[in-house]
């Protein structure tokens, strides 16, 4: 009889997947790693007992994190990725000719090496890329020592607003990131579920708008997250997503199991529910607890 992998979300709702072979487990300074071959999606990184990524369906999340910002933004020369240590954002993002470089801030190097001797594909060629330069660090601590203005793009790659990702959630973060953009420059992010965690996601996008002039949320479904949709956020001084690089779209979606120019437009349609936590006051969000059995609240 084989084994049952479950995240938990509080008592009511469980995501089980039924587990072929536990393959890695390690505590490491900054959280639980599993990694296990699943019959549903092959073989799965948890963070803290939360599902992260697979073989099978990672192509959804890191194509709707990279890809709507890079075939829209006006440059994409520098681009700094925090978290993402799995290498699946890192992989998407080297696909781009145009981008020079690539500095990956990722918190926890036990999680880059066991993605990368557990799980290759996902980083793929991105780990023996000349431009990618990996920083074993935190990145609130990161961009706190930056110098302003070098980024054109920006892509928050994390875990949930718990545990070490609890920094890359907040007005004060957010600012700074803003500080490292040029003028022209994107910051993207995944910000939660509207459905899982509508106060998480709801916070996020107010903090985002405190900080930033343009910030449109973005919408897909990512099948390892038992949620049916998951967000992203695409945030700008000056630039919209709404004009995409034809010479990039012409080149990225041939290679994409997700993306194209039709999917572009659809994620950026924000349903009515959705419409109405954009609107809601933070205030009265606070007496929704949200579905994520750790989440700490976001300030
Ligand atoms: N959610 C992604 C997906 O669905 O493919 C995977 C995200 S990636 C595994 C999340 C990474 O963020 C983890 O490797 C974690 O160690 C990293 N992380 C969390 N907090 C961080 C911080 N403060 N600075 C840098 N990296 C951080």
Redesign the pocket.
């Known amino acids: 009889m084989s084994e049952w992998f479950d995240e938990v979300y509080q008592d009511n709702l469980r995501l089980g997947l039924r587990v072929l072979k536990h393959v890695y487990h390690s505590q ?1 300074k ?2 639980t790693i599993d990694i296990v071959d699943t019959e549903m999606y092959g073989r799965a ?1 948890a ?1 803290d007992g939360c ?3 697979s073989d099978k369906e ?1 192509f959804f ?2 194509e709707s ?1 990279v890809h709507p910002v890079l075939c829209s933004a006006p440059c994409i020369e520098k681009v700094l990725i ?5 290498g ?2 890192s992989r998407e993002v080297l696909r781009y000719a145009e981008v020079q470089n690539v500095r990956l ?4 190097g036990e ?2 090496e066991a ?1 990368k001797e557990h799980m290759p594909h ?1 980083g793929g060629s991105a780990w023996q890329d000349p431009r990618l330069d990996l920083r074993i ?6 961009v706190k020592q930056e110098q302003s203005g070098i980024y054109d793009i920006i892509l928050l ?4 607003p718990i ?6 959630f907040n007005r004060e973060f957010y600012a700074e990131c803003k500080r490292l953009l040029k003028p022209h420059g994107v910051l993207a992010l ?1 910000s939660e579920s509207p459905v899982m965690m509508p106060k998480g996601f709801a916070s996020i996008q107010h903090n985002l708008r405190a900080v930033f002039p343009k910030v449109f949320p973005y919408f897909g479904p ?1 099948p ?2 038992n949620t049916g949709i998951w967000s992203w956020t695409y945030a700008s001084a000056e630039a919209t997503p709404h004009e995409t690089n034809a010479a990039r779209v012409n080149m990225i979606v041939p290679g994409c199991r997700y993306y194209n120019e039709a999917v572009h437009r659809g994620m950026f349609a924000v349903p009515n529910y959705v419409k109405g936590l954009l609107h809601s006051d933070p205030l009265t969000l606070e007496k929704q607890t949200d579905n994520k059995v750790k989440a700490a609240p976001l300030a």
């Open positions: 490491s900054f959280q990184l963070l599902f992260m990524t990672e999340y890191h994190l925090i978290g993402g240590g799995d699946g954002t801030v990722e918190i926890d999680v880059v993605c996902i660090e935190d990145g609130v601590a990161y790659d994390s875990t949930d545990g070490p990702g609890v920094g890359l995944q990512v390892i997250y």
